[in-house]
């Protein structure tokens, strides 16, 4: 699962990378074409402003040419030449003319502003064609004189119609540089004018004075044009666009036709720069794209620890047991068959529980409580090997999933795992001893956890039973026992109702008289399937759901409702022996309860016995006292049942009141041959007698044993010898009809 989520991550980041390293170089491209585009925009529009520019230039200096033709016209005839020399001097001088001058019609000498002397076929020549054309602008002309490049502005000169000479004008080239220069490329680009042969006539930079052909000779044009190709565009005047590589710089030349003397502009730009901005623009832009990438990426990234940091307190709150750092309950509930698999099916599932845990807790307080919780959970977690697990399901239990080979070993493992518990966490400064006990199910079959965990449970439930082995094994007839408690369970309460449950009377005699002087209720199930089920069977299970305390007064009201019967009957009464559990005297209801049963129906209250075992008094000594106190004011008699099946203590009989003691069959067993039993039991009559009880042997089966108890001064005999329980028909017909009262 989480190699899988890993490739899966590799995957996208490697999508993300090549998706961006791919964007990149799109970028980039987009970028380069995008500025490319921009700049031969730029190029065409600066190239054709440039050559409007030019032309502008070159028809200023043409219109100054013809305002100072009319002034000097006008003055026709030149009477003060030293006059017309000052003013062709001073229009010169402001307006940067190189040279101004006058060629008189008959090609004469020259009036002019500077004294320099002209050949007589240059001056007819410019003569000639002003008087032709009116005004023209010549090709570049290495001036006369100091041989500097210039262009020369003519313009005719009238008197009215008569022609009378021309105006010319030499201006140096470089007057037209600032008119070339390309604008928005001043630095990198160059404009020149050139013939239709490629000469360069004006402006050009490092190109001045070159035929760009020649130049471009060397040249490597681009997208298969050749120069052929160029040299035909100008030729022909048409607009030419070419790029191409020059001394390892690429170039962009753009070139449009002009309207003067035939000459061509060309704008020419090197675009290496147009690379280097596109790549510092892509750079930049890549620059801040990583920015954002690596800020977001910090971001996803602290969102993503933050969720992660979240998703682990979650999990540790959902999964982890605080206070020993193990998995909890719900955790190994989830990955139960998981871990099972791991053990390859060979598992036993084991609860691990402290004896009185609670009595530590009680004792050392809560704080040491866990610390011995934290040290057993150490200990055990220790044990472990691959693939086993543990968890603390609750308090003082653990839950362990061990590998099981076979019982024997298992069983080994555990105790010493449990002797490892109590030497780490032996208690300092106190007699408490931190004893284990384990239920142990070994997992045969696939089965879900929790019935895997009930039958550990069941397991465990005996070891705490048994004094004295701590480990016990799941056995399959305990899952019987509890199913069939469950079965039982499920049906009392209709049992109950319907009349399932009957009493037996068991007659008790008088030994001296050998007359029936009482009797005990036995309560009987009577089940379809089973038939009469004997109380073992189920009043210790009806003691630990409280059902009991239904039934005994269901059964003391069947009682009772005997008594009135036979009285009703004229039969005779006899007291009537009811058992009652333990439960009761926990019970504030129960006196006033019984007390209400008996006076129903009328039924003297001397006439109900209440059977208390021996085992509840000596458990609570004192609220048996107060109950049996409660019951004697109301008039009721009370038995101690069972007297030495268990511990009995002799001082118990002097402290409560007892009515009767009803010695147990246990008690008799043996009595016959064993000549120290027959001293006990006489000793135990002689005090019963002392504390003025009455002496009930019950389970009295043979005569034998009734010879001996009647003679060790038993007063009561209950027993198969004399008679089983019987049904209260049966019963019934044992008693003596009343006497008719004496008139
Ligand atoms: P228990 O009160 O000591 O009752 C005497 C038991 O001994 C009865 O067993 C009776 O059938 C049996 N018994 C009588 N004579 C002999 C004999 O000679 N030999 C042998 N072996 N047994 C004899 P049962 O009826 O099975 O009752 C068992 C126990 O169940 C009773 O012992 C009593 O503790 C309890 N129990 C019976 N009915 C009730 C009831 O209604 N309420 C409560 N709470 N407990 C009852
Ligand atoms: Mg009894
Ligand atoms: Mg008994």
Known sequence: ????????????????????????????????????????????????????????????????????????????????????????????????????????????????????????????????????????????????????????????????????????????????????????????????????????????????????????????????????????????????FVRYQLDGQNRLLYGVSLPVNEWYLVAILPTDFIQAQAHRVAWSSLALFVFLFLLFGLLGLYIFCLRAYNSRQLFKTAFIDELTGLDNFNRMSISFEEHVQNLQGEVALVIFDILKFKVINDMLGYERGDLILQKAADVLKSWLNGGEHICRSSADNFVLLLSLTDRHNLRARITRMLAAVRRECAIADSCLKVEGVCGVYELKEPLPFYIALDRARLALANAKKSPKENIQFYDEKDRHRIVQERQLENSMEQALADGSFTLMLQPKYDFKTGSMEGAEALVRWNQAERGLVRPDDFIPLFERNGFILKLDMFILEQAVKFLAKWRSNGKQQVPVAVNFSRLHLNDSRYIPQMTQIVDAYDVPHHMIEVELTESVILNNSELAQSVIRGLHKKGFSVAMDDFGSGYSSLNVLKSLQFDSIKLDKEFLSGCEQNPTARHVINGAVEMIKAVGAKVVAEGVETEKQAVFLREMGCDLAQGYYFSKPISEDEFEKLLKPVPAPEE
């Open 1 to 240: 699962m989480k190699r899988n989520s890993l490739i899966v991550l590799l995957i996208i980041l490697i999508v993300v990378v090549a998706g961006l390293a791919g964007g990149v170089v799109f970028y980039w491209h987009y970028i380069g074409d995008l500025l490319e585009r921009d700049v031969v925009a730029n190029v065409m529009e600066s190239g054709n402003e440039t050559a409007d520019n030019f032309v502008r230039a070159l028809e200023a200096d043409q219109r100054i040419v013809d305002t100072i033709a009319i002034t000097v016209q006008t003055n026709y005839p030149w009477a003060d030449k030293a006059k017309l020399e000052r003013f062709l001097y001073l229009q010169g001088k402001y307006n940067g003319f190189e040279n101004l001058g006058i060629i008189p019609l008959d090609n004469s000498e020259m009036t002019l502003a500077h004294n320099v002397h002209l050949p007589k076929d240059w001056q007819k020549e410019m003569l000639m064609r002003a008087l032709a054309e009116d005004t023209f602008t010549t090709k570049r002309y290495p001036q006369l004189g100091d041989g500097k490049n210039v262009l020369v502005q003519a313009a005719s000169l009238h008197d009215g119609m008569e022609p009378i000479g021309a105006l010319v004008v030499s201006l140096p080239t470089e007057r037209y540089n600032s008119a070339l220069a390309l604008s928005s490329f001043t630095e990198t680009g160059l404009a020149a004018v050139i013939s239709r042969d490629g000469q360069v006539e004006v402006g050009g930079r490092w190109l001045k004075g070159k035929n760009i052909f020649s130049v471009l000779e060397r040249a490597k044009l681009r997208n298969g044009q050749t120069l052929d190709d160029l040299r035909q565009d100008i030729q022909d005047g048409q607009g030419s």
